[in-house]
């Protein structure tokens, strides 16, 4: 009996631990520290040490073979990181460049994050690599997904590194005020991962299974402060801008030029301990990269990610309500509408906005977003107000319940209406997500208003997934209307009923090569009741990893069409396949990203196959050599032959881009890229120059031209000088 009892003890005991959380000690110091990457200051002498770093990659059972020793201490006005990386044997350190925000499996690097309100969904993370780069982010949804880990944030703090016989050091130095949190809070989370480039190994001080990211926020740790934090107090930071811009149109039948100076600024304004106040008065985008053009042999509209920085700082509250490709919000609308007279889209100039955003306490964060748009008589576009207006609750251990209103609207009210002009929507949404990260999902309903009251006009889903070591599965469920319309959000189309399913199986072989091997199937179809099945996928797919944390893939494709109007597969101008007309066809995909960590690597996408009613063949990638530290020279490409009956017309569609980052410091960065696209005929050359003479504070000099591949003919060209300056009250 006493055995019995003792044994259910031991397992009871077992489980207890298996569910406890890692722990760290911080202490408040009196002494100085001064922030040169060396740990030899006495404030370091007390503090605890986070030990026991656990492999993450290859495997997830074993303690990392390259140790890390993280430290935490603080004073009145910073919170102090201070971290030894270990290295088992001789080590080259690896690094992109020498700019700022790297990301990426190929590079040293050491990172922590802050979950301040103690909710594992949101968090702020710092990181730096042995050459001293930084990179700030914040993490969003829980960290289950890619993209749940922005880069986009941009705040004050301090970071050194150096490098040793043996190891490498570093220290950081966060201003409270850069973080918001709760006063008097004692308990935050955090996670802390390091990624070794000699090895390829990736490890975290609080374990987190394979199958999930090295920031899961469900597998994240506990800092215990030693005493209830006071407020940071207020934190007020003004960025003005000047600008100076020339540019010129080269028509066929006339040529003009326009030069013009500019000013407007940004503010921050902490409101209490978690809210931040984001306002603009006349902003200047011209610093922001070009997208990436792709080719599109779709026949939806392309989605191009948000890149301006004010719209990113907490943009989950805002853009993560639907799902991909069904967003009642794209923040990329506002600023931009549309010529009716020509079809194109035109730059619509934003004259003031302001978006409050961040957390009321524990379960709750709101946001709120209004923009005002200038009018533009000559395509009679009246100026448009935009309003946003975003809340959510914590629920349960990790979910959420999030309830968000868009208002696109003419205030001026020109045609003298009461409601003249408007487009609303109004959604709800519910996100799941365990405890442990095995069950995630959501469900929401979305409904859109016009000035012409119609019916059908909603959208729904309900998305469940589970993981773990062995097993990936999902399903989802959607329903759209017909006249469903989120002016100011991304609906590719309208009009369907959608179910789709995956089940994968991962296998971690023993092998001296290969990491692991993933199968699956995928299932995805689209119907509505007046045609019933209109487009449907199935996919019989393999990827996986090398121990070289190289990845592959290939797959076998079915896919079915219905035309509900003409289409050129080709885009290229050729005569369209009929409306109501329905296809079949199969394709064999490839892809492979090779390892990151050697100076020359690539990505290489292959595609072989039928195609509508002819057949298609693409290979495209990129190929990237890195002349470490001061920067990578790299190529996008993409080729496309598509050979379709007559009459129907062939295609033969290019899209080279050679790209050069170079980081002459960490402080001045010269970037140019170069876009050839055959299929809208253009050659595009953006290059920019970036001098960050002080924290959050920049030159750039940016420049851009046009051209037509057949003679080079210039299109346009214009160029930009701007300087923002950070300045902090």
Do not use: C
Not at 17 to 32: D, G
Not at 89 to 111: A, E
Not at 330 to 353: A, C, L, M, W
Not at 379 to 390: C, E, H, K, R, S
């Amino acid at each position: 009996m006493r055995t019995s009892l003792s044994i259910l003890l031991l397992v009871l005991s077992l489980a207890i631990q298996a569910q406890e959380r890692k722990q760290i000690h911080i202490k408040k110091t009196a002494s100085s520290i001064k922030l040169d990457g060396l740990l030899d200051d006495l404030a370091w002498q007390g503090a605890d040490v986070g030990k026991d770093y656990q492999q993450q990659f290859p495997t997830d059972t074993v303690k990392a073979n390259a140790q890390t020793e993280l430290r935490l201490t603080y004073d009145d006005k910073f919170l102090y990181v201070g971290a030894k990386m270990l290295n088992p044997g001789p080590r080259t350190y690896v690094t992109p460049s020498l700019r700022r925000d790297f990301r990426g499996g190929g590079n040293d690097m050491f990172v922590i994050g802050f979950d301040t309100f103690d909710d594992r969904t949101n968090a702020f993370q710092f990181g730096i690599n042995p050459f001293g780069v930084r990179r700030e982010g914040l993490l969003a949804n829980g960290g289950a997904q890619g993209g749940d880990l922005s880069l986009d944030w941009e705040n004050k703090w301090l970071g050194e590194a150096t490098q040793h016989d043996g190891y490498w050091m570093m220290e950081m130095a966060i201003p409270l005020k850069s973080l918001r949190y709760k006063e008097g809070s004692t308990v935050w989370n955090i996670h802390s991962y390091r990624i070794d480039s000699g090895s390829g190994e990736r490890s975290t001080w609080s374990p987190v299974p394979r199958n999930f990211r090295l920031y899961s926020q469900a597998h994240a740790g506990e800092l215990i402060w030693d005493e209830p934090l006071s407020s940071p107090g207020a934190n007020l930071a003004v960025i003005p801008y000047l600008s100076s811009a020339y540019s010129e149109v080269n028509g066929e039948t006339a040529n003009s030029s326009e030069s013009n100076a500019d000013f407007g600024f940004d503010a921050k304004v902490g409101i209490g301990p978690a809210l931040n106040l984001d306002l603009t008065v006349n902003p200047d985008f011209s610093q922001v990269e070009v997208d990436r053009q792709v080719t599109n042999l779709d026949r939806f509209e392309i989605f191009f990610p948000e890149r301006r920085q004010f719209f990113l700082e907490n943009a989950d509250l805002f853009a993560q309500f639907g799902l991909d490709q069904m967003r009642p919000f794209f923040s990329r609308r506002i600023g931009v509408s549309r010529d009716e007279s020509t079809g194109t889209n035109v730059q619509n100039k934003i004259n003031f906005g302001a978006r409050l955003s961040g957390k009321l306490n524990n379960n709750w964060r709101i946001g709120l977003l209004n923009m005002q748009a200038d009018a533009q008589s000559e395509i009679n576009l009246p100026g448009i107000n935009y309003t946003v207006a975003a809340i959510q609750r914590k629920v349960f251990n990790r979910s959420n319940v999030g309830l968000i209103f868009i208002n696109k609207q003419d205030l001026s009210n020109r045609a003298g209406t009461n409601f003249n002009q408007f487009n609303r929507v109004l959604g709800l949404d519910y996100n799941l997500a365990s405890a442990n990260n095995k069950w995630n999902g959501k469900f929401f309903f979305h409904k859109s208003f016009d000035k012409d009251d119609t019916s059908d006009d909603y959208s729904t889903a309900l998305r469940l997934q589970y993981s773990t070591i062995q097993w990936q599965a999902s399903i989802l469920g959607q329903i759209v209307g017909a006249n469903y319309n989120p002016e100011v959000g991304f609906a590719r189309r309208t009009n369907y009923d959608r179910l789709r399913a995956e089940v994968r199986k991962n296998f971690y072989p023993k092998s001296s090569f290969l990491q692991s091997i993933n199968p699956g199937i995928t299932v995805d179809f689209f119907r509505n009741e007046v045609n019933g099945t209109t487009d449907s996928e199935v996919a019989f797919n393999v990827n996986g990893q090398l121990l070289s944390t190289a990845r592959y893939g290939a797959g076998i494709n079915r896919t079915f069409v219905y035309l509900f109007s003409d289409f050129d597969p080709t885009r290229s101008d050729n005569t369209p396949l009929e409306e109501a007309s329905e296809y079949t066809y199969y394709d064999f995909t490839t892809t492979f990203t090779s390892d990151s960590r050697k100076p020359f690597f690539y990505t290489l996408r292959t595609s072989l196959g039928e195609y509508f009613n002819g057949n298609r063949y693409s290979i495209g990638g990129n190929i990237n050599y890195r002349i470490q530290p001061l920067g990578i020279i790299s190529l996008d490409f993409n080729y496309n032959k598509i050979v379709l009956p007559e009459p129907y017309g062939d295609a033969n569609l290019v899209l080279i881009g050679p790209r050069i980052d170079i980081t002459f410091t960490k402080k001045l960065f010269w970037t140019t890229f170069i876009q050839y696209n055959s299929q809208i005929d253009n050659i595009n050359i953006n290059s920019r120059l970036q001098w960050r003479f002080k924290p959050v504070s920049d030159l750039f000099i940016a420049y851009t031209d046009n051209y037509t591949p057949d003679g080079l003919i210039n299109k346009n060209r214009g160029i930009v000088m701007k300087l923002t300056y950070w300045l902090n009250f």
